[in-house]
């Protein structure tokens, strides 16, 4: 019965949806390494105005329109090689994805915020590909200090249609700000940014009107967003398909909370509006 909805509804979400990409999910399509899109990508010099450079990952497919585009910040002292796995997974479901490296790796939560912006506005305006990005389409993510990042990107550019934090890190308790619907990522053992001084609060802050949902990792460090793990990715994908897409056909995966053994905790608003 559930594989029947999902071949047929596509077909009439389509028309009301101009931004769905891709086929109709499954949990093992969400949960695979790649997506059902061929991914290329360019990198992009350090000497760029206000961030330090990276490298974007994109969908070859020019056939389905423009993209949704993510700039992803890495965390204190790290570089774009610590979220490298997240560009060609995330890029490969139908997103362009921009891992930068930072002006230094020692800049502090705010300032990777606004990086994350200057690299999204390079993406739109300056960028090999922009004639592939729907500059309307845009979210952020970053870990540790970039999570932190992302969340003041988003209370600082509320046309952001997505946020997610990983692991986030930021001395602001307070985000009662933020419109762009989020998803925090916290770690059950994380020992640098723990979940009740960081993610939990920053949730907690998040006004309860706005589309939001928590996600405990269970059992798992600060530094599980540095390498593949198919839970971060997993939610991740759904989460940026349903908003930046406006793709109703990954609600499913997020809405009631998820019944998976990775996950300690999980809150939400459901259902998203």
């Known amino acids: 019965m559930v594989a029947t ?24 399509s969400i949960e695979a390494v790649r997506g059902p899109f061929a991914v290329a990508d360019t990198r992009v010099s350090s000497l760029v105005s206000g961030f330090g450079g990276g490298t974007i990952y994109y969908p070859t497919d020019t056939s389905q329109g423009t993209f949704g585009a993510i700039a992803i910040s890495p965390g204190y002292t790290g570089t774009q090689s610590t979220m490298a796995w997240l560009g060609p997974r995330i890029a ?5 994805v921009f891992t930068i490296d930072t002006i230094t790796t020692l800049d502090q939560p705010d300032s990777r915020g606004r990086q994350l912006l200057a690299a999204l506005d390079y993406l739109v305006e300056d960028s090999s590909v922009r004639s592939r990005i729907d500059p309307n389409r845009l979210g952020v993510m970053g870990h540790s200090m970039g999570g932190g990042g992302s969340l003041s990107a988003a209370q600082n550019r509320p046309a952001l249609q997505a946020a997610i934090p990983l692991t986030g890190w ?29 993610s939990i609060p920053f949730y907690e802050s998040l006004p309860s009107s706005l589309d939001k949902a928590y996600l405990e990792l269970d059992g798992a460090s600060h530094f599980a967003p540095n390498v593949s793990n198919t839970t971060i990715a997993k939610y991740s994908i759904s989460w940026l398909k349903r908003f930046i897409d406006d793709d109703t056909r ?7 909370a998820p019944d998976d053994r990775e996950i300690s905790e999980y809150r939400d608003t459901c259902p998203h509006s």
């Open 92 to 96: 490969s479901q139908g997103f362009v």
């Open 170 to 198: 930021h001395l602001s308790k307070n985000w009662s700000r933020v419109t762009v619907p989020t998803l925090i990522v916290g770690a059950e053992n994380d020992s640098v940014a723990s979940v009740r001084t960081h």
């Open 5 to 28: 909805g999902l071949a047929v509804a596509p077909a009439a979400s389509a028309q009301q949806n101009p931004h769905e990409r891709g086929p109709a999910p499954t949990e093992s």
């Open 250 to 256: 990954y609600e499913q995966f997020l809405c009631p």
